[in-house]
């Protein structure tokens, strides 16, 4: 098992590439991966651009150690407007890929309540895998968009 922080800080640099959302809609991905404070953190800007170029979705996170000592992701995103923190749970990459690393805020089996993860896959030869799934309360929990993101030269 990699360590989130480290494995990502060591891909540093901007990503774009295609990816499909919760409404089937095709977006472009972009993600822009910075270390900071000598790698004790990683800040990650994402955007989800429609076709037109307006945004359908746009994120800062920054992912580091809280004080207790568990990874943690604290992100700010345009959809819930407010700053959602997101522990780490495990690595569970998607077939062929290094490595899948999942932050989640709730449990996903809780039908009464939003629950969400995000997933970070890490591909042989630089690709990353931007992942999102949730549920909101009443509805069932599973992927709702991702895209495959290549490195920007």
Request: proline share 6%.
């Amino acid at each position: 098992m990699g360590n989130p922080v480290v494995e990502l800080a060591s891909r540093a640099g901007r990503y774009e590439g295609p990816g499909r959302n919760a409404a089937g809609e095709e977006y472009r991905g972009e993600l822009s991966i910075e270390p900071v404070l000598a790698g004790v953190g990683v800040v990650l800007r994402a955007r989800a651009l429609a076709p037109d170029g307006s945004v359908y979705h746009e994120e800062y996170s920054l992912l580091a150690m809280s004080p207790s000592g568990r990874l943690g992701m604290w992100s700010l995103n345009s959809q819930s407007r407010a700053l959602l923190i997101l522990e780490y749970r495990r690595d569970e990459p998607e077939e062929g890929a290094e490595h899948g690393f999942v932050f989640g805020k709730g449990y996903p089996n809780d039908r009464d309540s939003y629950r969400m993860e995000v997933t970070f896959d890490l591909w042989p030869g630089g690709d990353i895998t931007h992942r999102f799934a949730w549920g909101v309360p009443g509805e069932e929990f599973g992927g709702r968009s991702a895209a495959r993101l290549h490195r920007c030269e």
